[in-house]
Nanobody
């Protein structure tokens, strides 16, 4: 499976971005679709996940600011990010999980103060 993330960029604090992830196969076969991020020198952390059931989960750091959604027809996953903060600066990765974790190439998000 191939995942292509896009939509990153440079934004001022308080701004918004929408990330997109195009998936080469039906996303309905995956247990969950997620977005992770990795800042320089830090581990890769989950920022949002949407399960096959449609339920979602977010860590406290982004809860209320980020929204994950999916389009099962287009095989797309989105991450709407509002109220961006400099600490949100990272490379954002799309993930698809079945018995394995599948990763896209990442898209850079930079938030200036």
């Amino acid at each position: 499976v191939q995942l292509q993330a896009s939509g990153g960029g440079l934004v001022q604090a308080g701004g918004s971005l929408r990330l997109s992830c195009a998936v080469s196969e039906s996303i309905e076969r995956f247990v969950g679709m997620g977005w992770y991020r990795q800042a320089p020198g830090k581990q890769r952390d989950l920022v949002a996940v949407i399960f096959r059931s449609g339920s979602t989960n977010y860590p406290d750091a982004v809860k209320g600011r980020f929204t994950i959604s999916r389009d099962n027809v287009k095989n797309m996953v989105y991450l709407r990010m509002n109220g961006l903060e400099p600490d949100d600066t990272a490379v954002y990765y799309c993930n698809a999980r079945d018995v394995l974790d599948h990763w896209g190439q990442g898209t850079q998000v930079t938030v200036s103060s």
